[in-house]
């Protein structure tokens, strides 16, 4: 499982998991003597249930259904968003990924319900893997300024990650720093050590420290993160710490080598075998 779909799933999973357990106090009445409104709240529940377990297609299925039954269902449109936007963070260049389809049920589940803080956070997530930044940070500016919202280290790692890709390297590191005021969220650290290293040379050292504390937060994601422990590697080696980039590049290889980073890792793990043997000959 990639990085990104741990970006986003801070809100998105807690959610679907919070609402799989009320999932078996739907009513067990038949469709029949229900209201499509009734209907659509048991799809979403459905929908919660499956996408807390990974199911993806079947949670997809009953998350549309969802919506058809009931246009209003603002949680529902926000459950189909996630879904699509987990197909993305699966393989970005799947057909099940469908970002447009993300972005309008995103949009939907706002024009329903103007407050809706953890949808107005997931568009600017879409906006962003559309390469939309500008727009991403129109959009997740009121957010981070919101004092309501709870998971406010979301929005301002989103919020700064749209800035760096725009080029407001400076400005994207201070909201960066605001979402690393949570210090279990790793993908902050991951991103502001991104963030520096774009700085240049006189930067690593904080490029380094900062990957690092990406990959000490004691969670089974952030010690999974291979995109982190990847740019370690490439900092460290930057740095003249060839030894400790190896290891992160072994370590990023253990954990996929057959994704695109780890295949990244293994690259580099031959490149620094071959130049070891140039060095030190038999």
């Known amino acids: 499982m990639g990085l990104f779909r741990r970006v986003w799933l801070g809100n998105a999973v807690a959610l679907a998991t919070c609402l799989a357990v009320l999932a078996g106090c739907v009513s067990k009445s038949t469709s029949a003597a229900r209201s499509p409104e009734q209907q659509s709240e048991g799809e979403f529940y459905l929908a919660s ?70 949808a107005r956070n ?18 997740l500016e009121p957010l981070v300024q ?18 760096v ?9 201070a909201s960066l720093r605001n979402s690393v005021t949570n210090p279990r969220f790793c993908v902050g650290f991951y991103r502001l050590g991104l963030a520096y290293e774009k700085k240049g040379i ?36 930057r740095l003249g710490r060839k030894a400790e980039a190896r290891e992160d590049y072994v370590k990023c290889r253990d954990l996929a080598a057959d994704s695109p980073t780890g295949k990244a890792c293994v690259q580099a793990l031959v490149a620094d075998s071959t130049s070891s043997r140039t060095r030190h000959p038999q």
């Open 49 to 118: 249930d499956l996408f807390s377990k990974g199911d993806l297609r079947p949670a997809l299925d009953h998350g549309r259904r969802a919506v058809e039954l009931d246009d209003d269902n603002a949680k529902a449109h926000y459950q189909v968003a996630s879904i699509y936007l987990a197909f993305c963070y699966r393989d970005l260049h799947s057909p099940d990924c469908r970002l447009d389809e993300a972005e309008k049920s995103a949009r939907k589940a706002l024009a329903i319900e103007e407050k809706f803080r953890d």
């Open 202 to 237: 006189d930067f690593l050292p904080l490029a380094e420290a900062n990957l690092t504390r990406a990959v000490s937060v004691e969670s089974p994601d952030c010690l999974a993160m291979q995109d982190a422990w990847e740019a370690r590697g490439r900092v460290r080696a």
């Open 146 to 163: 919101d004092p309501a919202y709870t998971e406010s280290h979301l929005a301002w790692g989103n919020y700064g990650w749209a800035q």
């Open 122 to 139: 997931m568009l600017g997530a879409v906006l962003i893997l559309q390469k939309k930044y500008l727009e991403a940070t129109k959009v």
């Open 165 to 173: 890709l725009a080029g407001s390297l400076d400005q994207g590191i």
